[in-house]
């Protein structure tokens, strides 16, 4: 389980999928053989770990529904070690377990802040909420507003220096984790909606 509160960036040193290698220094303080890793959002488990970096591995599913696939040396990544038991709980739930990628539309100056805005297909934007909870590339951010395509986040100084969305450019996909408890409350309707008719559902607050 993380947070979305990213520790900070690595630099990928080696891509032959499966394998992934990244160069790193904070992380590495605690890290091991078999410990979990988020990178840019994505639950890996380290499989080797060198001096100065560590080595995952990505299967296929992993490619194919993130951001992962199009890493290059040189790129950077955000990083973020599993939640201790006795940490803060700074951001929300966020497993790991990316749901697809949303395009990078437009990232504007506002004051000191960015508005970044995204667009997502429609089996993403179902649990886009304004004001709710969103994992990006592995960063907790709160949706500013929603149309049915795209979405907004805006990102203080800090996040904006402290992770990958500064090198992000207009096109480039970000791994996206909607908010778990949305998909939840999503099937828990659906399971007590089944084999009821519409005005049972009104009756009951569904519809």
């Known amino acids: 389980m993380f947070t979305g509160i990213v520790e900070g ?3 990928v040193q080696e891509v032959r999928l499966p ?3 990244v160069g790193c220094a904070l992380v590495l303080s605690d890290l091991k053989a078999s410990d979990s890793i988020a990178v840019n959002g994505v639950c890996l ?8 970096s560590f080595t995952c ?5 992993t490619v194919k529904r993130t ?14 070690r599993p939640l201790m038991p006795t940490g803060r709980f700074g951001g929300h ?3 790991g377990h990316v749901d697809g990628t949303a395009a990078v539309v437009s990232l504007t100056p506002q004051g000191e802040q960015v508005l970044a805005r995204f667009r997502a297909p429609p089996e993403l934007m179902r649990y886009v909420v304004a004001k709710g909870f969103i ?6 951010l709160t949706v500013v507003d929603r149309t049915p395509s795209e979405f907004s986040v805006a990102l203080i100084p800090y996040t904006w220096e402290h992770t990958t969305f500064h090198a992000r450019r207009p096109g480039e996909p970000v791994n996206v984790e909607v908010d778990i408890l949305a998909k939840y409350v999503e099937q828990l309707l659906g399971q007590a909606g ?9 009756e009951r607050g569904f519809v």
């Open 9 to 11: 960036m690595g630099t």
């Open 19 to 21: 394998r992934l290698t």
């Open 45 to 52: 488990t380290v499989v080797a770990r060198q001096a100065a």
């Open 57 to 61: 591995e990505v299967v296929p599913e």
């Open 67 to 80: 951001n992962l696939g199009r890493l290059r040396r040189d790129d950077r990544v955000n990083l973020e």
């Open 93 to 95: 739930f966020v497993q």
């Open 135 to 140: 994992a990006l590339d592995g960063a907790s």
């Open 194 to 202: 089944a084999g009821l008719t519409e005005t049972a559902l009104r």
